[in-house]
């Protein structure tokens, strides 16, 4: 069994910073991309950034220069670094990562962490 948990959401002011984690556990062998999404009411499920096992990283036009992301493979930790917040960038927030274990591989999505970002 397989578990993605998020965790480092919150109110922030605008302008402020967040730091969201995501850990997986369980019965793996391997994980290859890992990544953050965020949903915002009324809106569709975007990604925010994506990071492979190698550490090559991407990230949305939208937070370019604003977030980073990074992971820690031997914690099997991601990370995402959100500084200058905006409002719109309020969403709940959730944790991917591509996840091979001795059955199978697939998809695993966290929770969801809710980030909100008003004064």
């Known amino acids: 069994q397989v578990q993605v948990v998020e965790s480092g959401g919150g109110l922030v002011q605008p302008g402020g910073s967040l730091r969201l984690s995501c850990a997986a556990s369980?019965?793996?062998?391997?994980?290859?991309?890992m990544g953050w999404y965020r949903q915002a009411p009324g809106k569709q499920r975007e990604v925010v950034a994506v990071?492979?096992?190698?550490?090559?990283?991407n990230s949305a036009d939208s937070v370019k220069g604003r977030c980073t992301i990074s992971r820690n493979n031997a914690k099997k930790t991601v990370y995402l670094q959100m500084n200058s917040l905006k409002a719109e960038d309020t969403a709940v927030y959730y944790c991917n990562a591509q996840i091979l274990t001795r059955v199978s591989r697939g998809d695993y999505w966290g929770q969801g962490t809710q980030v909100t970002v008003s004064s």
């Open positions: 990071i492979t096992s190698g550490g090559s990283a």
């Open positions: 369980g019965a793996i062998v391997s994980i290859y991309d």
